[in-house]
């Protein structure tokens, strides 16, 4: 299940490390944002392995757009939820000047090649 939700990035918590019963070494960081609703919520998600680097440069107060999954589990008839982050968009700030490709005009296209034996390809 995918999802997305736009708010404003409130904290950006430290980064988490350990190792897993495999032996494997894992890391993850959480960051919550606040939405932008009628009435705002706060949400708590979580970046894992090379996902956090998803966060670098976005700064607490900027607005965000998460995009996310949702995943539940059972571990000992308790269940556990995890809101995951798999990307983060920085929406532009409404008096940002976008950058659009220059215009064209027909001066921008270059003039036909012939040869002498009414060839006009270039090869």
Same mark, same amino acid.
């Given at each position: 299940?995918?999802?997305?939700?736009?708010?404003?990035?409130?904290? @950006?918590?430290?980064?988490?490390?350990?190792?897993? &019963?495999?032996?494997?070494?894992?890391?993850?960081?959480?960051?919550? @944002?606040?939405?932008?609703?009628?009435? +705002?919520? &706060?949400?708590?998600?979580?970046?894992?392995?090379?996902?956090?680097?998803?966060?670098?440069?976005?700064?607490?107060?900027?607005?965000?757009?998460?995009?996310?999954?949702?995943?539940?589990?059972?571990?000992?008839?308790?269940?556990?939820?995890?809101?995951?982050?798999?990307?983060?968009?920085? +929406?532009?700030?409404?008096?940002?000047?976008?950058?659009? +490709?220059?215009?064209?005009?027909?001066?921008?296209?270059?003039?036909?090649?012939?040869?002498?034996?009414?060839?006009?390809? +270039?090869?």
């Amino acid at each position: 299940m995918s999802m997305q939700v736009k708010g404003t990035l409130l904290q @950006i918590l430290k980064t988490e490390t350990g190792v897993s &019963k495999a032996g494997k070494e894992w890391k993850k960081q959480d960051f919550v @944002i606040e939405t932008n609703e009628q009435f +705002p919520k &706060k949400v708590c998600f979580t970046l894992f392995g090379d996902k956090i680097s998803l966060i670098d440069g976005v700064n607490e107060g900027s607005e965000v757009e998460v995009y996310f999954s949702l995943e539940s589990r059972d571990f000992n008839g308790k269940w556990y939820h995890n809101i995951n982050a798999w990307k983060i968009d920085r +929406p532009e700030a409404p008096g940002a000047v976008k950058s659009y +490709p220059p215009e064209f005009s027909a001066g921008d296209i270059p003039p036909e090649l012939s040869d002498d034996q009414g060839n006009d390809l +270039p090869f």
